[in-house]
Every structure is written in C-alpha cells, then in structure tokens.
C-alpha cells in the first residue's frame, strides 16, 4: 500500500462516525445544557459584536482588539474550504449537504462560543508580553497537570496541520487560480515551465509562491498586532467582495432559488430524489460531506480560532464569546451559503450543461462556470481567483500564527518564543514549495491532522462544560455587564 494510499485511509478513518458524532455531539451538549445561547441571545451576540465592530476600539501591547482579533480568526476561517470546500461537498453529498452543513453550522455557534470563552478565561501572557491562549492552555490551566498530555497532543497535531491545511494546500489554490485567470484571459500559464521533483511546474506558480512567502513574511514577523491591523482590513473587504459578485449571480438565477432549496432540503434525506435520478448517493455521504466540511470551514470544535481570540484586549470572556457565534454564522450562514446558492441556481437554469458530474469530485471550476455563465467567462474566473486568493491569503496569515503558537507552547515559556523563529522560517520556506506541487496527498494529510486536532479539544470543552455553564449564567444573570 503506498504512502497516499495510507493518507487515505486514515483521513477517512478520522473524519469518520466517531469524529462526527463527537463534533455535532459537543455542539448539541453545550447547546441544550446553556438553553441555546446562539438563538436566545443571538440579538444580543449581532449588536455586541458587528455592531461594535466600526466603533474605536483600543488595544494595550501584545494584544489586539476585540474586533482584529475576530477578523484574525475569521481569515483563517474563511479560506479555500468556503469556496472549492463546499462546491466538492454538494458535487460528491448533493444538494442536501447544505442542508446538513448549515444545521452543523447552528450547533457549531455554541461550541466555538465555548471555545473562545475558555480561551480568554486561561489565557496568560508569554515572556515577550502577548497574550496566549487556546485549547493548549485551558487544558493545562482549567484541567490542570494530570492533562497536560493532552495539550501536548493538541499541539502536535495543530502545529504540523498549520503546514498543510494553513500553507501548502492554500498557496497551491492561489497559484492555480491565478494561473486559470491567465488561461482564461489568453495567456499560457505553461509557456515556462522547469521539472521539479519529476513534475513540470509554470514559472509563475513559483512566482506566486515567492510572493505570498514575502507578504506573509512581513505580516508574520510583525507580531500579533501587526496580524491583527492587517486581518482587519482584509477580512471585511475579501468578504465584501465575493459576497457582492455571488449575489449577482443570485439574483440573474432568482426565479430559480424555490426549486433550489426544493433540492436542498428534499437532498438532505434523499440525495437521488433531489436530483431527479439514480446518482448512487448514499444519505450517509451526503450527512458525511455536510457535516465535515461545515466542521472544516467555520472551525468549530478544531480549537483554531481559540488561538486568535485568546490575544483580545477584551477582559470579559463571555463578550469575547459572542464573537464566537457570529463567526460561525458569517463562515457559514452567509459565506458558505453563498457559494451553494451560485452554484445549485446556475445548475437548475443550465442542468447538464454546468458540468457537474454528481457523486464526484468538484472544484472552484464549478464555481467559475457559474459565476461565468451570468458575468462572462473572463470576468467569472477573474471573480473567483480573487476571492479564492485573498481568502487563501487570510487563511495563511492566521495558520502562521497558530502553528508558531502551538510549537512555542511545545518548546515551554522559556525558550518557545526564541525557537520559534525557526518555525515561522520554516513555514515560509514551504509557501514556494506548496505553489508548485501536485498536492492531492498533502491536502488528505492535513485534513486528517485537523480532524486529530479535534479530538483532545472536544474532550476539555466536554470536561469544562460546568465552567462554561457557570461563567455564562454569572454575566447574564449580572445586569450591570450586559
């Protein structure tokens, strides 16, 4: 059996049942036991976190504000997953992953909620005066040293995931988005080419690859605030952007949105009913497909964004929480969502004649064709590479500091912000190297990472759950907080 072969089995083995149940069941646990928090205080989550977000906040050294600290997250969460994620996911599941996806999605809101308050309530400051925090630490501050194995194992897994998930896999996306743009647009991406590794590979993927390194080198090495001021001005635009030019193709497909939630929810329990044919698609793929890949794009559970929330100047670990819930719901309610509905209105105008080739793989092609088949092929596939690489690019950024966190915390609080350095090199010396490469195996092996990265975090949040109870009746229940 060869290696890839291996890769295979075991992301498959991961992100099988068990992880699933776990995921979806923590969310519902924490859910029922709190009285739905995501939609009895969801109000109040809108105003105290988007509404504050364009008020003057101010942030002390080596922390961020409450709002680039949300943005921070939100760009490694808004990533690839929400495009090229998504489309793969209704291609292989059908129309009913959506569906699954956006009902993992409610739950999810809890859990990152959860997620983030424990972040701020253990975190603690590092020898150069930045905030940290994360599964690493309210596992070995909230459950003290009898865990600490499993902070260990966290971060393992979460610091070499950073490599595949929040680095090669991503820059690969933007180089061969960009390289569609310059086909698309009359170029010939392959005109210059050098063999690497026995692959032949255009010039300009290594070009691309150079210059992600540099920009993420520059962010990188400019600490957490610097992270923070950038996220901040990216994160709402990207999101802006995609959003408007998904809508368009929306409203040019509207008289066709009844018939694709028809599909959606119809799909959620019979995939080949929704389809109108015999496709194959199991009811199990299509919870499989949703699930997971709602899981994958808006993180909760994974306890990535825990990292970046931990840096906030907010003292109040509930406030910090609520943004939590409205990072869930614009990865997923709004972004995802998106997605779904450019690609499923342009398949019920054009049918066939999309390409989509159901119960099988799908890509940010799909996305093209359907955003090309209302704006032009050009434009589409200009729409699309932009989006693509600037929620790549946010999605780097963030991952570079998640990795570098956790591998700081695996070398200790005396020589982790040293050794670091070595770390942070590492991980943009593979940018070039990730923009040029066949990457299928690498994308299975840091889906797999990711989906370990899950496990010894579900495992605090469940053991905590009675200092998440706790913390959150204390606020609600003291007037003069709220």
């Not at 308050?117 to 599964?135: H, I, Q, S, T």
């Not at 359907?370 to 690019?393: D, H, T, W």
């Not at 200790?412 to 050794?419: A, V």
Request: glycine fraction near 12%; include cysteine; hydrophobic fraction near 50%.
């Amino acid at each position: 059996m060869s290696f890839a072969e291996i890769v295979t089995k075991v992301d498959g083995w991961v992100w099988g049942p068990v992880l699933l149940v776990l995921l979806a069941g923590t969310g519902v646990y924490l859910s029922v036991r709190m009285g739905f928090p995501q939609f009895r205080k969801f109000g109040y989550a809108m105003k105290n976190t988007i509404g504050k977000m364009f008020s003057k906040q101010e942030a002390g050294k080596g922390e961020v504000t409450p709002f680039q600290a949300v943005t921070t997250a939100l760009a490694a969460t808004v990533g690839t997953g929400n495009i090229a994620g998504v489309t793969g996911a209704i291609v292989a599941g059908g129309p009913g992953a959506v569906f699954w996806m956006w009902l993992c999605a409610l739950f999810g809101m809890c859990t990152k909620y959860a997620e983030v308050l424990l972040a701020v309530k253990y975190r603690e400051r590092n020898d150069k005066g930045d905030w940290v925090g994360g599964p690493m630490y309210y596992i070995k501050n909230g459950l003290g040293k009898k865990w600490a194995w499993l902070s260990v194992i966290f971060c393992l897994f979460a610091a070499m995931a950073a490599f595949g998930i929040g680095n090669m896999t991503q820059v690969n996306s933007i180089a061969s988005s960009i390289n569609g743009v310059i086909d698309a647009w009359g170029g010939n991406a392959e005109a210059r080419t050098f063999v690497l590794f026995g692959q032949t590979v255009p010039v300009t993927s290594l070009i691309f690859g150079a210059v992600v390194a540099v920009i993420v080198g520059l962010v990188l090495f400019g600490g957490i605030k610097r992270i923070g001021s950038v996220t901040e001005k990216l994160v709402p635009v990207m999101a802006v952007v995609y959003i408007v030019f998904s809508l368009v193709v929306i409203f040019a497909n509207v008289k066709f949105i009844p018939q694709t939630f028809a599909m959606i929810f119809k799909g959620a329990f019979n995939a080949d009913a929704a389809l109108g044919g015999a496709f194959g698609i199991m009811i199990m793929t299509t919870i499989q497909k949703g699930v997971g890949r709602g899981v994958f794009s808006n993180e909760a559970g994974m306890g990535s964004a825990p990292m970046a929330h931990a840096a906030t100047s907010e003292t109040e670990p509930v406030k910090q929480g609520l943004y939590g819930i409205f990072e869930v719901f614009m990865d997923t309610i709004v972004i995802c969502t998106m997605t779904s509905l450019v690609l499923l209105t342009a398949y019920c105008r054009l049918g066939d004649g999309l390409g989509i080739e159901w119960g099988g793989n799908g890509d940010a092609q799909l996305i093209q064709a359907a955003m090309g088949s209302v704006v032009g092929g050009k434009l589409g596939a200009l729409i699309v590479a932009v989006g693509l690489s600037l929620f790549a690019l946010s999605t780097i950024i963030s991952w570079s500091l998640y990795g570098s966190r956790c591998f700081e915390y695996l070398c200790g609080p005396r020589l982790g912000t040293k050794l670091s350095v070595f770390y942070k090199i590492i991980f943009l010396v593979l940018l070039p190297v990730g923009a040029t490469l066949k990457i299928g195996v690498v994308w299975d092996l840091a889906d797999a990472l990711n989906g370990m990265m899950a496990f010894p975090n579900l495992v605090a949040l469940l053991l905590l759950s009675g200092v998440i109870i706790k913390t959150t009746k204390e606020f609600f229940s003291d007037k003069s907080k709220l």
